[in-house]
C-alpha cells in the first residue's frame, strides 16, 4: 500500500497570505495525485488532479505541483472560504490512499 | 448538475447487516465508474470499493473484503454496498462519489453515517 504524508498536521495563516501544503507519497506516483477541500459537516469536493489541473469551478488561486513523490498544493491568498481540512489522494496504484489531511487554520 | 444521493444507514449491532444505495441524476450514470469512500468520526478519509461503469472492475479495502458487496443497476441510476458482519470499527459516514477521467472522486454524495453499536 502506498502511504501518503501530508505536513504540516496544522497550518495558521492569515487572510490574504499564501499558504502551501505537503504531501509525500512513499513511492512514486507519477502524476497520479487529486487534492480535496473538506468543510465541517460537509462531503469532500475536489480542488485538483493530475497534481495542476484544477477541478470545475475552482478558483485560479489554488495552484498544484509535484511529481513522483512530492506534491505541494499552494493558496495563493487565503480567503475566509479557504480554511477547511485539505486531503491528497494518490490513484497510481489500488488501493487509492489519502493522506491523513492538513488543517487550514485562521491565525 | 450531478446529484448523489445517499440513503440506508443507520444504527445496527455488531454482526448485522445494511444495504446502502446512492441515487444518481444528472449524469450519465451508466459511463462512469462510481465508488463507496467513508470517513470514521473525527477522522481520515478511506476508499472503500470502486465499480466500473459496467458492474465490473471492483476493488475492495483489505478492511472490508469478503463482507461489503458493491453493485450498481444502470437500469435505476443506483449504486449499492451490501455490509455484512459490520463491525465496530465500520461506523463511519460513507460517501458515493462519481469518479472522474481517471481513478478520482470528482463529485460527493451529502453522505450517509452508519452506526455499529451494541
Known amino acids: 500500500e502506498i502511504v501518503m504524508t501530508q505536513f504540516p498536521a496544522t497550518l495558521s495563516v492569515s487572510p490574504g497570505e499564501r499558504a502551501t501544503l505537503s504531501c509525500r507519497a512513499s513511492?512514486?506516483?507519477?502524476?497520479?495525485l487529486a487534492w480535496y477541500q473538506q468543510k465541517p459537516g460537509q462531503a469532500p469536493r475536489l480542488l485538483m488532479y493530475?497534481?495542476?489541473t484544477r477541478a470545475t469551478g475552482i478558483p485560479a488561486r489554488f495552484s498544484g505541483s509535484g511529481f513522483g513523490t512530492e506534491f505541494t498544493l499552494t493558496i495563493s491568498s487565503l480567503q475566509s472560504e479557504d480554511f477547511a481540512v485539505y486531503y491528497c489522494?494518490?490513484?497510481?496504484?489500488?488501493?487509492?490512499?489519502f493522506g491523513q489531511g492538513t488543517k487550514v487554520e485562521i491565525k | 448538475e450531478v446529484q448523489l444521493l445517499e440513503s440506508g444507514g443507520g444504527l445496527v449491532q455488531p454482526g448485522g447487516s445494511l444495504r446502502l444505495s446512492c441515487a444518481a441524476s444528472?449524469?450519465?450514470?451508466?459511463?462512469?465508474?462510481m465508488s463507496w469512500v467513508r470517513q470514521a468520526p473525527g477522522k481520515g478519509l478511506e476508499w472503500v470499493s470502486p465499480?466500473?461503469?459496467?458492474?465490473?472492475?471492483?476493488f475492495y479495502a483489505d478492511s472490508v473484503k469478503g463482507r461489503f458487496t458493491v453493485s450498481r443497476d444502470n437500469s435505476k441510476n443506483t449504486l449499492y454496498l451490501e455490509m455484512n458482519s459490520l463491525r465496530v470499527e465500520d461506523t463511519a459516514v460513507y460517501y458515493c462519489?462519481?469518479?472522474?477521467?481517471?481513478?478520482?472522486?470528482?463529485?460527493w454524495g451529502q453522505g450517509t453515517l452508519v452506526t455499529v453499536s451494541a
Open positions: 444528472g449524469f450519465s450514470f451508466s459511463n462512469f465508474a
Open positions: 489522494q494518490q490513484y497510481s496504484l489500488w488501493p487509492r490512499t
Open positions: 513511492q512514486s506516483i507519477n502524476s497520479f
Open positions: 493530475a497534481v495542476s
Open positions: 462519489a462519481k469518479e472522474g477521467t481517471s481513478y478520482y472522486a470528482e463529485h
Open positions: 465499480i466500473g461503469s459496467s458492474g465490473g472492475g471492483t
